[in-house]
């Protein structure tokens, strides 16, 4: 049972703005440790999308922006796309399980 | 171009090993940190083992003891030794290239725990069933 939680889907039409959750405890995200988001299409590998809470590699849209504050995170998508259907999944440290914990996923469609 | 590509996955009764493998191509492979995900099917990810340049591991507490990650920087590869399988193991395992990053703000590189992922393989199947 992952210890980040996100919504199990959100949904928007094609140009509208979603913002995908990921609410984590004192031991994760609220203890300081960076955010990074993963976005993930039918039957492929996961690919980078945020590191760092709120930084960009290159090639990643600027339509997609991170956030985080206290014990959460949030992504955001503004100008909603058909080829931004996937799993979307937050990433994080915990320091009582010491080790990397993962999101529990987020689907996003596009109606 | 920058590469990973697992191999080694299959069918293996409970109880029984299985060692992974993951060719690394593209980049300076021993001065990377390196971390093996998972993913049972229909399910999210989760994190299994890590290994940093210097060679110190860490695991999940779900496979501790029964899995070992080890690198071999004169052939480029990172291995999964995987014993005492159980049906709970089945998942599509990644190899996966560790980043860290600048930040401004402390004048300093982010430390292992602050390490993302930038570069995944595509994957191998284990299936562990009798």
């Known amino acids: 049972q992952s210890v980040l939680t996100q919504p199990p889907s959100v949904s928007g039409a094609p140009g509208q703005r979603v913002t995908i959750s990921c609410t984590g405890s004192?031991?994760?995200?609220?203890?300081?440790?960076?955010v990074h988001w993963y976005q993930q299409l039918p039957g492929t590998a996961p690919k980078l999308l945020i590191y760092?809470?709120?930084n960009r590699p290159s090639g990643v849209p600027d339509r997609l922006s991170g956030s985080k504050s206290g014990t959460s995170a949030s992504l955001a998508i503004t100008g909603l796309q058909a080829e931004d259907e996937a799993d979307y999944y937050c990433q994080s440290y915990d320091s009582s399980l010491s080790g990397y914990v993962f999101g529990t996923g987020t689907k996003v469609t596009v109606l | 171009e920058v590469q990973l590509l697992e191999s080694g996955g299959g069918l293996v009764q409970p109880g029984g090993s299985l060692r992974l493998s993951c060719a690394a191509s593209g980049f300076t492979f021993s001065s990377n940190a390196m971390r093996w995900v998972r993913q049972a099917p229909g399910k999210g990810l989760e994190w299994v083992s890590a290994i940093n340049s210097g060679g110190r591991t860490y695991y999940a507490d779900s496979v501790k003891g029964r899995f070992t990650i080890s690198r071999d920087n004169s052939k480029n590869t990172l291995y999964l030794q995987m014993n005492s399988l159980r049906a709970e193991d089945t998942a599509a395992y990644y190899c996966?290239?560790?980043?860290?990053?600048?930040?401004?703000?402390?004048?300093?590189?982010?430390?292992?725990?602050?390490?993302?992922?930038?570069?995944w393989g595509k994957g191998t199947t284990v299936t562990v069933s009798s």
């Open positions: 760092g809470n709120t």
């Open positions: 004192s031991s994760n995200i609220g203890a300081g440790y960076d």
């Open positions: 996966a290239r560790e980043r860290t990053y600048y930040d401004i703000l402390t004048g300093s590189y982010k430390d292992y725990s602050n390490y993302y992922i930038d570069v």
